[in-house]
């Protein structure tokens, strides 16, 4: 299969699927190398983007995934009448950051970093899909691990926790007051970007009011 017919049938595949896709999976069907398939994946995300197309193509770890283009969601929504998905609260923020930078963790070990009960939390967001089970602790009780999904690299704008700023080498307090200015950073970051779609959400209504 060459580049052109290979990048065909990568956005093909991700279409129809609508979920992220492993390159693996992609090169057994395509009889394709993983690596031609994550440069056409590579490819087809820069054309999107220079052509200012509706769509974006993004990589999770070794997975491909196409989703809207960002600066259409608010018209995607409007659209579609659906209602946006609730901002994260402090809380879950905290239990990402820790999830993120430590996994896989047991609640337990969420709870010590944070010194509250992190139950609610956890389910919230495994039913939110921004964690999952991974396993258990080989320890009494058998704990449940969890670690961070795709979902929750696509929600922080990033391809692998490799891109995560890394925390310093340091342990005790030091390394909780690390944590929690990363966790800072993370609600900074959100709130920003609701403050943005707030704004842009108030002027379409202006907009519309006008006409």
């Given at each position: 299969?060459?580049?052109?017919?290979?990048?065909?049938?990568?956005?093909?595949?991700?279409?129809?699927?609508?979920?992220?896709?492993?390159?693996?999976?992609?090169?057994?069907?395509?009889?394709?190398?993983?690596?031609?398939?994550?440069?056409?994946?590579?490819?087809?995300?820069?054309?999107?983007?220079?052509?200012?197309?509706?769509?974006?193509?993004?990589?999770?770890?070794?997975?491909?995934?196409?989703?809207?283009?960002?600066?259409?969601?608010?018209?995607?929504?409007?659209?579609?009448?659906?209602?946006?998905?609730?901002?994260?609260?402090?809380?879950?923020?905290?239990?990402?950051?820790?999830?993120?930078?430590?996994?896989?963790?047991?609640?337990?070990?969420?709870?010590?970093?944070?010194?509250?009960?992190?139950?609610y939390t956890v389910g919230v967001l495994t039913e939110r899909?921004?964690?999952?089970?991974?396993?258990?602790?080989?320890?009494?009780?058998?704990?449940?691990?969890?670690?961070?999904?795709?979902?929750?690299?696509?929600?922080?704008?990033?391809?692998?926790?490799?891109?995560?700023?890394?925390?310093?080498?340091?342990?005790?307090?030091?390394?909780?007051?690390?944590?929690?200015?990363?966790?800072?950073?993370?609600?900074?970051?959100?709130?920003?970007?609701?403050?943005?779609?707030?704004e842009a959400e108030a002027e379409s209504k202006e907009v519309?009011?006008?006409?």
């Amino acid at each position: 299969m060459d580049k052109i017919e290979l990048k065909s049938a990568v956005e093909a595949i991700l279409f129809a699927s609508g979920e992220p896709v492993s390159a693996a999976r992609i090169a057994i069907v395509t009889d394709s190398d993983e690596a031609d398939v994550l440069e056409a994946g590579a490819e087809l995300a820069a054309e999107y983007e220079s052509q200012k197309r509706g769509i974006r193509l993004v990589r999770l770890n070794d997975s491909l995934q196409l989703h809207s283009a960002p600066e259409h969601a608010d018209a995607i929504t409007r659209a579609l009448e659906q209602r946006r998905a609730p901002k994260l609260s402090p809380a879950s923020l905290e239990v990402l950051a820790i999830a993120a930078y430590f996994q896989p963790v047991t609640r337990a070990y969420i709870e010590q970093m944070r010194g509250v009960d992190s139950s609610y939390t956890v389910g919230v967001l495994t039913e939110r899909g921004m964690i999952e089970p991974c396993g258990q602790l080989e320890a009494v009780g058998r704990p449940t691990l969890y670690r961070t999904t795709d979902l929750f690299l696509r929600t922080m704008g990033i391809s692998s926790l490799d891109e995560l700023p890394p925390l310093p080498e340091i342990s005790g307090s030091d390394a909780a007051k690390q944590l929690q200015e990363k966790v800072d950073a993370l609600r900074a970051a959100e709130e920003a970007a609701a403050k943005i779609e707030s704004e842009a959400e108030a002027e379409s209504k202006e907009v519309a009011l006008e006409h």
